[in-house]
């Protein structure tokens, strides 16, 4: 079975300091690969995917992520971070397997805590 | 404005209290699916509709059932809730093209008492 997996429950760092959140996946098969935040009391939002092409993905927020095919991995990170980048990160990989490439496999999160 | 509806927001019920959490999208999306949300657990899929009157089951249907019988809504049925479906409940939508962004609703917060 896919899964993804997130190797940090919690992050705190604090302002403006670089931050990196860990995920791995494990798939042999072509996947796609997203982030998405989810602020307190709100839905998940797309902060960025990989679906082809050059492994380094910018998405919004100054956020990026390098795929690393050979590690299943997909680590995102950010130079400097602001307070309002606390939330909870979810890494999601979607393929060719059951229920197809619309299908998303969520992994646990990872809540980015920014202090002061 | 683009977004996936969902009612109520919160809502706490008694076991065995049929209910039912209405989703609608306006983006004209072919593919929608409802995901519930659990701490350390992340989202799992419960069902997911490819198209009108097409759904299947995700990983987590058990308690659950959905209809699909407009494009735009995607309504999930607790016919007998029980404590364990206690849980953060979203509602997504995208089109049905590899690759394509999933619109979340703002979720659906249930208590099973």
């Known amino acids: 079975a896919q899964s993804v997996t997130q190797l940090d429950s919690q992050v705190p760092v604090f302002e403006e300091a670089p931050v990196e959140l860990r995920c791995n996946y494990s798939?042999?098969?072509?996947?796609?690969l997203f982030w998405y935040v989810q602020y307190p009391n709100q839905g998940l939002q797309l902060l960025l995917k990989y679906l082809s092409g050059s492994t380094l993905v910018k998405g919004i927020n100054g956020f990026e992520a390098e795929f690393n095919k050979s590690q299943t991995s997909f680590h995102l990170r950010k130079p400097s971070v602001h307070i309002s980048d606390t939330a909870e990160y979810f890494c999601a990989v979607t393929g060719s397997f059951s229920g197809g490439y619309n299908k998303l496999i969520f992994g646990a999160g990872t809540r980015l805590a920014v202090h002061p | 404005e683009a977004q996936v509806t969902q009612n109520p927001r919160y809502l706490i019920t008694v076991t065995g209290k049929k209910l039912t959490v209405t989703c609608s999208q306006n983006?004209?999306?072919?593919?929608m699916s409802w995901y519930r949300q659990d701490p350390g657990l992340g989202l799992r899929q419960i069902y997911y509709s490819m198209n009108v009157e097409v759904t299947d089951k995700g990983d987590v249907p058990e308690g659950y059932k959905v209809s699909r019988k407009e494009k735009r809504n995607f309504p999930l049925i607790l016919e007998s809730p029980s404590p364990n479906q206690t849980s953060l409940y979203f509602c997504?939508?995208?089109?049905?093209?590899?690759?394509?962004?999933?619109?979340f609703g703002p979720g659906t917060r249930l208590t099973v008492l």
């Open positions: 798939s042999s098969v072509s996947v796609y």
């Open positions: 997504a939508s995208s089109n049905r093209v590899p690759g394509a962004e999933q619109f």
């Open positions: 983006m004209n999306h072919e593919y």
